[in-house]
């Protein structure tokens, strides 16, 4: 049962427009969510993270909604660059806990941008 | 800083075998996580450490997986008898303490089993 889901597996995008990558989850537990890129041969990046107590988190490039209700987040990249490609996942964990939790990772979304 | 180390970065062994893989997490990091992706897939956690402690291993096959974390550093895991379906990539990472912390990754080590 995946408790992270993102349903598209690649995403093409032309350079200089917006990426929006989409993330469902099903555990009500979860309450802290991260992106991270992956370069082939490499170790997933940190990107950006959200707590449950926010709608929005925003870092230069990098905007990420939470949508708590709809146990849906999404990722918005403006404006894409052709260092952008790689494969992101979404992850969430129960952090609430007190302890640093281990990820839940959905199965990635390879993101291509197009010159 | 330095990163999450990781070695061998590449493995490849015949079904039966025994294989190890070794992590070196950042430095005073108190957490630390090993996760499996297999191709296709996102990681999924296997174990996780705090210092030297096991919190959670509840997804780790523990008839042939097993992991240690000496002296609350350096971890290594180890896979015996190794099967066909180990065939993955094994992320190391490692985070500070507190739960809004993100986890920082090694390479990985690619395993492939024969």
């Known amino acids: 049962d995946q408790q992270v889901k993102q349903n598209s597996p690649s995403l093409s995008v032309q350079e200089g427009r917006i990426s929006i990558l989409n993330c469902d989850y099903t555990?009500?537990?979860?309450?802290?969510f991260l992106w991270y890129k992956k370069y082939p041969a490499e170790g997933p990046t940190f990107l950006i993270s959200?707590?449950?107590?926010?709608d929005k988190n925003e870092d230069g490039r990098f905007t990420v909604f939470l949508n708590k209700s709809a146990k849906h987040l999404s990722l918005h990249i403006v404006p894409s660059q052709p260092g952008d490609s790689a494969v992101y996942f979404c992850?969430?964990?129960?952090?609430?806990?007190?302890?640093?939790?281990?990820?839940?990772f959905g199965k990635g979304t390879h993101l291509i941008i197009q010159p | 800083e330095a990163g999450v180390a990781q070695s061998p970065r590449y493995k490849i062994i015949e079904k039966r075998q025994s294989v190890a893989f070794w992590c070196n997490p950042i430095?005073?990091?108190?957490?630390l996580y090993w996760y499996q992706q297999i191709l296709g897939q996102g990681p999924k956690l296997l174990i996780q450490?705090?210092?030297?402690?096991?919190?959670?291993d509840s997804q780790l096959p523990k008839d042939r997986f097993s992991a240690e974390r000496l002296k609350g550093v350096d971890s290594t895991l180890k896979i015996q008898p190794a099967k066909l379906e180990d065939s993955a990539v094994y992320l190391c990472?490692?985070?500070?303490?507190?739960?809004?912390?993100?986890?920082?990754f090694g390479p990985g080590t690619r395993l492939t089993v024969l």
């Open positions: 992850a969430a964990s129960a952090a609430a806990g007190g302890g640093a939790d281990g990820l839940t």
């Open positions: 555990n009500s537990m979860f309450d802290y």
């Open positions: 990472a490692s985070s500070s303490l507190g739960p809004y912390n993100e986890q920082f």
């Open positions: 959200i707590s449950s107590i926010k």
């Open positions: 450490f705090q210092n030297n402690g096991v919190v959670d």
């Open positions: 430095s005073g990091h108190a957490t």
